[in-house]
């Protein structure tokens, strides 16, 4: 029987995973590869913020998965993982919302996790009542669908509704929403809808540690909080949220900021059914541990990569390898390595991780960051370079999917889309 190899998760890693395996062992008919996802279709992570403000339409982006295991020899299970049994080797998928099939297993002889992760409250009070999250194509939809629903409001009426939001967590999430946000009035406001301007949004971002977006250097944390003010957004460092009501946020020092709207986008946690997963080691924000190899500590045949992975970044320094598209996707280029090594019964190489720095997009304004290699130490500020260099870690996304080839095509039809369509998604 050919080796099975079982992807749970086809996010950034997971799907560009399956794609590279699908081409190389499942073409070579030397291992059957099936990628499992609890939704039909896919679409990359970091677009959800542009989805939620409307300026992206997932219906155009999406990918299908059954095509692309038919196009790339890998077959594609639709289900929701829940639970493992790792003496029998097997997974066991229960239905997605919306479906209605019976809990079934599947068996695999190497598994590979790639699920993500989702926002942490901290187990902050009124959190997951009141707030709207980004963490997935249905939470960005939601929240698109509040947002569009307030400004149909305001323009059947007489007087302005200025709409306050909140927004927790000046990661990158948080940064870009805010950005997305105020280029969305600006547009919608292009569009003559009554009372729709950037007077009438007050958004204030909050965060808890002294600088926004601290995965950046100092000199490019400043030029974002710079632009942020620029564009009229409160952002105030050093605030943590102790409660969450209906009508607002409470601070830790008492203080109550009143907001129609809030949105939390502070720091991540994997899947709470890690946690028991058969006895797999996983860390306090339900990371499986994984050794340098991606290889579960406790299990040689269980992968796993991604958000949901907690990975080692060098043998001394005692640091991981950080939550961020780009480590997915290298650790899915690894892997699909690895596997095939694996299969060989060579042994595995350890991942490296290259972090080639962070541009954070401002929207239609600016982008803004600091890059490593010939850019090493500068902060980059506006201009076409920066927008290109920021689109190119989902181009290289695409190129992993779709081949070089159609990523350009693809590139070509959305310039054209943009040119076509409406700039926002008003439905
Ligand atoms: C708004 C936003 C902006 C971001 N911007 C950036 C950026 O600019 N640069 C950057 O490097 N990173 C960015 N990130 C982070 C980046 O998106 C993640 O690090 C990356 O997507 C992680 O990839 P992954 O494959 O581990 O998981 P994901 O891409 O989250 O994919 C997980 C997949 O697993 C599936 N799944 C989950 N649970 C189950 C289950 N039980 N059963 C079956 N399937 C399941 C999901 O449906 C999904 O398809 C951003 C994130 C957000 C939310």
Redesign the pocket.
């Known amino acids: 029987m050919k080796h099975r190899i079982v992807i ?8 560009e995973l399956a794609t590279r395996l699908g081409k190389t062992l499942g073409r070579r008919n030397h291992a059957t590869i099936t990628l ?4 039909l279709t ?1 679409i ?6 542009e989805v939620a403000a409307g300026s992206l339409n997932p219906g155009v982006d999406e990918l299908n998965y059954i095509a692309q295991a038919k196009w790339n020899h890998f077959h594609f299970q639709h ?4 639970g493992i049994d790792r003496t029998s080797k097997a997974i066991r ?1 229960t239905a ?1 919302s919306g479906s209605s099939w019976q809990e079934r297993e599947i068996e695999y002889d190497t598994l590979v996790m ?4 989702h926002c942490n409250d901290f187990a902050t009070p009124g959190v997951q009542q009141h707030c709207q999250f ?3 194509r249905a939470q960005a939809e939601r929240l698109h669908g509040v947002l569009l629903n307030r400004y149909m409001r305001s323009h059947a009426s007489d007087t302005a509704h200025p709409l306050e939001i909140a927004i927790v967590g000046a990661g ?2 948080g940064v ?2 805010c950005a997305e946000l105020q280029h969305a009035v600006r547009v919608i406001k292009g569009y003559g809808v009554k009372h729709a301007c950037p007077s009438t949004l007050n958004i204030t971002l909050l965060e808890a540690g002294p600088r926004v977006l601290p995965v950046l250097n100092e000199k490019a944390s400043q030029a974002v909080h710079n632009g942020l003010n620029e564009l009229g957004i409160n952002v105030r460092v050093g605030t943590a949220v102790k409660e969450v009501t209906e009508n607002g946020v409470v601070l830790a020092d008492g203080e109550t900021l009143n907001a129609d709207l809030k949105i939390w ?1 502070a720091g991540i946690k994997a ?1 709470e ?1 890690l946690k028991t997963l058969d006895g797999l080691e996983t860390n306090r924000i339900n990371q499986l541990n994984v050794k340098r190899t991606l290889q579960t500590t406790l299990d040689d045949s269980i992968f796993a ?5 907690s990975c080692p970044l060098d043998d001394t320094s005692g640091r991981f390898v950080p ?6 996707n290298q650790q ?1 280029a690894l892997l699909c390595k690895n596997l095939e090594r694996h299969l060989d019964g060579e042994p595995l190489l350890d991942f490296k991780y290259e972090d080639k720095g ?4 401002l929207a239609s304004f600016d982008t803004v960051g600091s890059l490593n290699g010939i850019f090493s130490g500068k902060v980059i500020t506006r201009g076409l370079i920066a927008k290109t260099l ?1 689109t190119s ?1 989902y181009r290289l996304h695409q190129a992993a999917l779709y081949g070089t080839p159609r990523m350009l095509l693809k590139a070509l039809a959305e310039y054209l889309q943009r040119k076509t369509r409406p700039k926002l998604r008003l439905h």
């Open positions: 749970v998760g086809g996010g950034a890693g997971g799907i499992v996802d609890a939704n896919h990359w992570k970091p677009l959800f913020h289900g929701r993982m829940a998928l997605p790639a699920v993500g992760s980004l963490d997935s990158a999430t870009e929403l986008a899947p059914f990569l991604g958000d949901c992975s939550p961020r598209a780009q480590a997915a899915a962070t541009l954070i997009s920021y870690l």
